[in-house]
């Protein structure tokens, strides 16, 4: 894992997705999106772990 890679937002996975964030925040409720992590109230996702589940997608 590279240590030094930005965190994606939710907008950012969206905007990569090509998918409205409301079905990130759906798919994460249901639990069958991309993992996300939860820093303070904030949710962000891991560039690494968005392309895994994508790649799991396939």
């Given at each position: 894992m590279?240590?030094?890679a930005?965190?994606?937002t939710?907008?950012?996975?969206?905007?990569?997705?090509?998918v409205?964030?409301?079905?990130?925040?759906q798919?994460?409720y249901?639990?069958?999106?991309?993992?996300?992590?939860k820093?303070?109230?904030?949710?962000?996702?891991?560039?690494?772990?968005?392309?895994?589940?994508?790649?799991?997608q396939e």
């Amino acid at each position: 894992m590279n240590t030094l890679a930005k965190l994606w937002t939710v907008e950012d996975v969206a905007e990569f997705l090509g998918v409205p964030v409301s079905t990130l925040y759906q798919w994460r409720y249901h639990r069958t999106g991309p993992k996300g992590h939860k820093i303070g109230r904030h949710l962000r996702y891991m560039p690494e772990d968005v392309m895994s589940w994508l790649q799991e997608q396939e």
